[in-house]
């Protein structure tokens, strides 16, 4: 399949094989290059996701006497959970034995 002039493939990027549609790739795909046809877009998606997390945390912070009980925490231990989570995926066990403060969940690798 021949590449066209803008770098896509059917409508999909030749370096990452994003379609700009998050409901069908999200922007966490892409691998902001700079050579994918789609960075900007997707950078931009991932900016508001990034100051949509942080008001989000700030209502709740701020509503915490009248959220339900224990809601806040709950909030704080799923992002932490993914926080780790993706730390485990992005870093090998050898990187993770060097530097151990970067995750509490390097021994859920030897597993």
Known sequence: MDQSENGLFNGKC????????????PPTDCKMTN??????????????????????????TKYEATLPEDMLDEFNEIMEQ?????????????????????SSTKDDLDS
């Open 14 to 25: 030749s370096d990452c094989g994003a379609c700009r549609h998050s409901s069908c790739c």
């Open 35 to 60: 050579n994918c046809s789609y960075c900007s877009t997707y950078l931009r998606e991932l900016k508001n996701g990034y100051v949509g997390y942080y008001l989000l945390y700030d209502l709740l």
């Open 82 to 102: 993914k926080i780790e989570m993706d730390t485990a995926k992005r870093f090998s066990k050898d990187f993770l034995d060097k530097y151990p403060w970067l």
